[in-house]
């Protein structure tokens, strides 16, 4: 069992009070869970991991698999101790191994989209990467919530990194977000803003079609009420999530969409 723990405390090393960490528990035994050691280093002219909330989501692919767990309180720094010093909320997500190691290119902390784009809360400044994380079920893709990109509005991107079938040759495809991963622009996102989409995230073939794939999240302050909206590759161009269908929430800040999961209730897959 994986168990995140956004409040744990800091290793010494990283020059925190609080970081949040990922801990392993083995449900035959009696013995405490133990600490998965991973992002215990901090450079603090870029960086900082105070009250990061590492451990926030955690997700796994199952067995064989690859895990993937994010601090979306990571900031990144600039200028640090002058009068131009400024700290981006941007988020950050690491991936591991089945063994809880970093034992690959696909593994370690370079999970962090929003990094090195242009800053501000209007823009990636105030991403909050990792509030909700996932796989979809077929393990193609990784798919991330930042609901405090584009002054809240939020966004959904999902990155292929299966380092099995690149080994067969079926090459990487994407990565695709609302907004455009080439547009980048905030006109595109389906939610006004200060809605948090990329809030929960969930994913399933069949929802709307046979064998294509829909992208389900949250934004739970959409229209002052939620909103779940269900999203697809297209145009595959432009590497777009657009929306396929956007269900409302019903009551006056009912927070709908805070949290969602795709399931067949009638079993017709």
């Known amino acids: 069992l994986l168990v995140g723990a956004p409040r744990a405390k800091a290793f010494s090393t990283q ?4 970081s949040g960490g990922l801990f392993f528990c083995d449900i035959t035994s009696t013995a405490p869970c133990e600490r998965v050691m ?3 280093s901090v450079d603090l002219q870029v960086e900082s991991k105070e009250n990061q909330w ?17 601090a979306h309180r990571y900031e990144r720094r600039r200028f640090v101790n002058s009068a131009q010093e400024s700290r981006d909320i941007t988020g950050r997500c690491y991936m591991l191994s089945q063994d809880l190691t970093i034992s690959d290119d696909m593994d370690g902390g370079e999970w962090n989209f929003c990094d090195g784009r242009l800053r501000g809360h209007e823009k990636f400044g105030s991403c909050q990467q990792g509030v909700a994380a996932t796989f979809t079920k077929d393990y193609h893709y990784v798919v991330f919530g930042a609901p405090g990109t584009y002054n809240w509005k939020g966004i959904v991107r999902a990155e292929h990194r299966n380092s099995t079938l690149l080994d067969v040759g079926i090459l990487e495809d994407g990565p695709y977000e609302t907004g455009g991963e080439t547009k980048r622009s ?3 996102v389906p939610v006004p803003a200060n809605s948090y989409l990329g809030f929960s995230l969930d994913s399933g073939k069949g929802i709307t079609s046979k064998n294509e794939m829909t992208f389900v999240s949250g934004a739970p302050r959409a229209n ?5 909206v269900l999203l697809k590759k297209y145009p595959p161009n432009e590497r777009m999530l657009s929306p396929e269908f956007i269900f409302q929430g019903e009551g006056l ?6 949290d969602v999961a795709v399931i ?6």
Do not use: I, W
């Open 15 to 18: 020059k925190a009070n609080v």
């Open 38 to 40: 991973f992002d215990e």
């Open 54 to 70: 590492m451990g926030v989501s955690v997700q796994s692919q199952g067995p064989g698999g690859k895990v993937v767990t994010c």
């Open 186 to 188: 905030a006109d595109l």
């Open 224 to 228: 002052h009420s939620g909103a779940v």
């Open 253 to 258: 800040a009912s927070s709908f969409g805070y």
């Open 264 to 269: 067949d209730l009638n079993s017709d897959r």
